[in-house]
């Protein structure tokens, strides 16, 4: 749909972003729906920078993309990170989400923690949902929200095998419950589209995961690699490629970085690793 950059960041809106900002203002008609798609599109865009900025304070190279529902902050490391920068890159997200929230509220004469001033107006209520209760939900501990990925990062240090896959079941396990309470409890019904549409991402997330795990012992390091990329995980791909090529160097796991870096926009890295590429390549004299 578009691409720009922002403070240094690729930023590119696919249209089924624009199409999830007409269904909110469609759904909540008039200036509310008008000021309720501006505060998401806006407090959405916060979130990813907040996101981008924190991968980009490890070195990380970091592009952000907004699509139907959500936005996405893809980040490449250039060398390995801890699970506490991990961390802190997946909470900044909704700490700039929460934090600008908060100031603009202020500025506008409202108590944030106030109902009476949250309810002032269509702006308000607008801004407070999109920026403030947004990113605490965006907090709860189940994926593929930041919160399940702050508490995946350390489930799968106890279980490196099996952890990621436990975290998905307890997720799914999470929003049935959720979703269920939705259609019983009457002040609930409100949260169901959401349960319902992050219990279907749950059993796809399950599902993608079940298929790469047998990519993963079936095929080689580089067939892998190119099932993440067949599935647009180029993130992932350039992680995973980097990673193996770290124990056990070719010149075809060095292409495949520089594939997956070129897909997500770090020009300057895919460069670097074609050219390490083309230099293993070559027929060494004697």
């Not at 949902?129 to 947004?134: D, N, T, Y």
């Not at 549409?197 to 012992?217: C, K, M, P, S």
């Amino acid at each position: 749909m578009g691409v720009f950059r922002l403070f240094g960041f690729r930023v590119e809106v696919r249209p089924g972003f624009i199409v999830f900002l007409l269904l909110v203002v469609v759904m909540y008609g008039g200036a509310q729906g008008l000021w309720a798609a501006g505060s998401i599109a806006v407090f959405t865009l916060i979130h990813e920078l907040g996101h981008a900025t924190a991968a980009r304070a490890t070195g990380s190279h970091a592009e952000i993309s907004l699509d139907f529902l959500a936005g996405y902050a893809a980040y490449v490391p250039r060398r390995p990170l801890s699970r506490l920068e991990k961390a802190g890159i997946a909470v900044a997200g909704a700490a700039a989400q929460f934090t600008s929230a908060v100031i603009v509220l202020l500025l506008m004469g409202a108590n944030p923690f106030s109902r009476a001033d949250i309810t002032l107006n269509e702006a308000t209520l607008s801004i407070w949902w999109a920026g403030i209760a947004l990113a605490i939900v965006n907090l709860i501990p189940i994926l593929p929200l930041d919160g399940g990925a702050i508490v995946s990062l350390f489930v799968e240090w106890l279980a490196p095998r099996r952890g990621r896959r436990a975290m998905l079941w307890f997720s799914i396990v999470v929003s049935a419950i959720g979703l269920a309470a939705s259609i019983v409890v009457g002040p609930l019904q409100g949260f169901l589209p959401f349960a319902a549409i992050l219990l279907v991402l749950q059993v796809q997330n399950l599902r993608a995961e079940d298929n790469l795990a047998a990519l993963r012992t079936r095929r080689s390091p580089a067939d892998f690699v190119r099932a993440l990329q067949g599935a647009g995980r180029h993130d992932e791909a350039a992680r995973a490629a980097a990673d193996t090529f770290r124990t056990a160097p070719s010149a075809e796991l060095a292409a495949l970085v520089s594939v997956s870096l070129s897909a997500i926009g770090d020009h300057d890295g895919s460069h670097a690793w074609m050219n390490l590429a083309e230099r293993m390549s070559l027929p060494r004299r004697t």
